[in-house]
Antibody, heavy 120, light 110 residues
Framework: QVQLQESGPGLVKPSETLSLTCTVS??????????WGWIRQPPGQGLEWIGT???????YSNPSLKSRVTISVDTSKNQFSLRLTSVTAADTAVYYC????????????WGQGALVTVSS | QTVVTQEPSFSVSPGGTVTLTCGLS?????????PSWYQQTPGQTPRTLIY???TRSSGVPDRFSGSILGNKAALTITGAQADDESDYYC??????????FGGGTKLTVL
């Protein structure tokens, strides 16, 4: 059973950088069948794909966020991370980390989600 | 930019059948987009229902089924139950590492 857990500050000031880390347990973190990614959900709104990273470090991100997003991986700790720069109130959301499983081409495991509020 | 379209809301009677759809603002959805469907109840983490168009995830009741209907992906719930009242999201894999969520459908069972 794969488990994912988000961690990071719950409050970020406008114009600063949002940083979250996801720790993965169970399964094979470095399998080529897996990519690891971030999805967010503003309060009362739908889900939005932010981006993914493979264990080799290849990353992809949502074109609408691309210039502000960095997703990185640390295979020694079974962790991957999100950095989102120049945040505004519109970036307030629950941020989920998830496993993207290429054998099924699906998102099959999700973290519990972390609420990040952007406010001064 | 690609927009994935879903009905904002739908209602179904208990025991009834409902089909939710997932389309593209431009073009048709095919199996090559590997449509998948996720169920989310308020305050909960999304749950995978269907992947690769038609495959039910482990533990998902067989009253949930996926298909391609015309130019859209579809999720059909046969014999709807009260606890099916949820938000349903489709996701398409666009290729080149890019995924796009639909806006979600709020399903009411009444």
């Amino acid at each position: 059973q794969v488990q994912l857990q988000e961690s990071g500050p719950g409050l970020v000031k406008p114009s600063e950088t949002l940083s979250l880390t996801c720790t993965v347990s169970g399964g094979s973190f470095t399998s080529s069948s897996n990519s690891w990614g971030w999805i967010r959900q503003p309060p009362g709104q739908g889900l939005e794909w932010i981006g993914t990273v493979s264990s080799s470090g290849t990353s992809y991100s949502n074109p609408s966020l691309k210039s502000r997003v960095t997703i990185s991986v640390d295979t020694s700790k079974n962790q991957f991370s999100l950095r989102l720069t120049s945040v505004t109130a519109a970036d307030t959301a629950v941020y989920y980390c998830a496993r993207f499983y290429w054998n099924d081409v699906s998102i099959d495991y999700w973290g519990q989600g972390a609420l990040v509020t952007v406010s001064s | 930019q690609t927009v994935v379209t879903q009905e904002p809301s739908f209602s179904v009677s208990p025991g009834g059948t409902v089909t939710l759809t997932c389309g593209l603002s431009s073009g048709s959805v095919s199996t090559g987009y590997y449509p998948s469907w996720y169920q989310q109840t308020p305050g909960q983490t999304p749950r995978t229902l269907i992947y690769s168009t038609i495959t039910r995830s482990s533990g998902v009741p067989d009253r949930f089924s996926g298909s391609i209907l015309g130019n859209k992906a579809a999720l059909t719930i046969t014999g709807a139950q009260a606890d099916d009242e949820s938000d349903y999201y489709c996701v398409l894999y666009m290729g080149s590492g890019v995924w796009v969520f639909g806006g979600g459908t709020k399903l009411t069972v009444l």
